[in-house]
Structures are given as structure tokens and as C-alpha cells.
């Protein structure tokens, strides 16, 4: 508890004056340091709503070419509807949290469908669109639409907590609906769009999580975490929860053709981890006990329709991928079938160059993977690498 914490008698403590000051300082604040980002220099709702989903628990350094190579592709809501999904996978390649262009692409065709191809302008009517919950409900009726709507996301959140000095976790129960109820109450009116990316941006340049600037922050009058000596106390840090860890075998099947290798990678089903995205063949279980061989062969028989013979048993590294919510722990196998004649393949499967990997939609473990096959093919005398997660 801070000892200097105000009492709160409208669990605020801030009259109408106060908010007013909070946002005049805000907004010249940020008028003053925003940065030049190109989704704040167009007049469209798509783009606003793209730009929100590939920020979510993304840097913006990293998005930057995402969103301009997307908007090229896709200028519009009818040309992502469209698309085909594998296609919309693929551009969104190494971005990561996949679920969120799934979303994307399931939402656009909603839109189309059942709104003439214009986005819902309330955050009641956003929020029935696939993926669109109430942070980036809020940042698109307000930024794009003008409508007077908080948002809440990790930097409005510590903002927020550190400003009230908020000691309950704002992820969830009282501390969740105080930071919402706060984020509503001070918006502007005037430039609600402005007003919730400056706290966001005041929250990834200012206030930032482990070292804030207090000295340069425009709220420091009046932040009661300041006030309190140590605002990284705010908000409380809550224990994550994890899910139990995962073991697995990876093979990398491969066969030379013209002097080029190529890969034979499988798509995971449409639901569960990494849906959708395309593999060297994986079999996982959960727990911390490792899949035999004998698992792995039967799983490629029955998976991939092949009997031929095959020696899995030399394996070439280890690798430990951290999820958001998961550690999996593989072991890799390969196996090289240039001299087998492969049996035909079901729509699930497919054999991939060399050249063009980088290019499908497939996850951060599985480019681990390949690094550790290439590594391994430049020098076989080399001892068993094992690669941790970075
Ligand atoms: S004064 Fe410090 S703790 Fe308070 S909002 Fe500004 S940066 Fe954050």
C-alpha cells in the first residue's frame, strides 16, 4: 500500500477539473511527440482495424512492414474477403499469434457479407465481428469513427494503475473494471481517437514498464504513483498462467531434385495449436514424457499414407520452443527420401523448395528447425547441436 495514496472517496479522487487538466496535457503532450506511423495518415476504418489487430502483442518496428506489404495486397475489406485463407497465412508469415489473421479474414468476409462492406460504427456492432473484442473495439469506433469509447490495452493499463496508484490486478475482477471505468471517465470528448492513442503512446515511450520517465511525462502532476516513490510497483505483477509443458518429434523428410532440396511439409487442422500453419511433420503429447519412435513412425504412416521403410532413429538436435502459453520440447529426425518413390498426396501435404520455405505460413519453432537440418547438413561431423529457445 502507498502511504501517500489519496483517499479516494469516488474511488477517483479526481473532480471534473482534474480530468480536464489530464487531458489537455495528454493531448499536447502527444500532439508534440507522436510518432509518424502510417496508419494515422489514412481516413479508413479498414485500415485502422488491420493496423490495431497486428499491433496486438507485436512491436510496432515489426509491424511497420507487415502493414505496408498487407495494404499493397489488400487495400480493401472485399479484396482480404476474398483472398484465399493460405494466402492470407502466408503474407502474415512470422508475425506470429496466427489466429488473429484468421480472424481477420473471417471478420472481412462478415463485413462484406452482411454489412455492404462497411464496418460497424458502435463497439456493440464491432464486437460481433470474429476477433474484435473490446480493446480493438474501442480503438476503431474511436480512432476511425470519432465515437467517445475508452480502450484498455498493456500500456493504458499501466498508465492507469500507476496514475491512481491502483493496487489491484488490472487483468481481472475490481481492478479490471476500475481501469476501464477510469479510461471511460477521462476520454475526450473532442479527440477521442487522439486522447486513447496518446495514453497508449504515453504508456510505450514514457511510462513504460520496467524504467518509467517520469521526469518527461506530462501527467506527473498528479500521478499518484510518483507521488508514491516507486510507481513500477503499480500495477501488481500477477503470476502468469501456464499450461503444462509439451515433448514432440519433428522430422524433416527431404529430397534433392535438380540439386535443390525440398521439403515435404504437412498442415496442422484448423483448430488447436498453430492451426492452419504448415509443418515438418509433428507428432506432440502433452506432459513432460517423450513420444517414442514407434509413435512417430506409425503417425507417418497413417498421416502421410506411406509404408516404406525408414531409419528415424538418428536424431540431430533438440529444440525448446516457448508459446504464449505453452514450452514445447522436440526432438528433430530426418530423413531423406530421394530415392523412394513418394506416394501421392492428400490436400493436407505438400512438398516445398528450398527457395520458397520462407515464404509459407508455418511457425517460428519450425524455421528453429530448419536452421538446426541446415546447420546440420554444412558439417555431419559436428556433435548433436542443441539449440535453446531465444
Ligand atoms: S509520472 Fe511516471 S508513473 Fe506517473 S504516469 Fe508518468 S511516467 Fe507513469
Redo the contacts with the bound molecule.
Sequence with gaps: MCPTKQKMSNKTGQDEGEEQGFRRRLLSWFDENRRDLPWRYVDDPYAVWVSEIMLQQTRVTTVLDYYERWMKRFPTVEDLAEADLEEVLELWSGLGYYRRARHLHRAATTVVDEFDGELPQSVKGLKKLTGIGDYTAGAIASIAFGQVEPLVDGNVMR?IA??YAQDEDPKRGAGKRFVWDQAGKLVDPGRPGDFNQGLME?GSL??TAKS???SE?P??RG?Q??ACGD?TRFPPTATPTRQGPMRGRVCVIYRFSGGEAEFLLRRRPAEGLLAGLWEFPTVEVDGKSWPTLKDLRGWLSGEAETDQDRDLSKEFGEIEHVFSHRRLRVKVHQWDVSALHWPTLGKRWRWVSEAELSGVASSALMGKVKRLWTEQSEDRQQEIPVSQNG
Excluded: S
Design positions: 498508465v500507476r496514475y504515453l514514457v511510462c518509467p520517465k517520469c511525462c501527467l506527473r500521478c504513483g510518483f510507481p
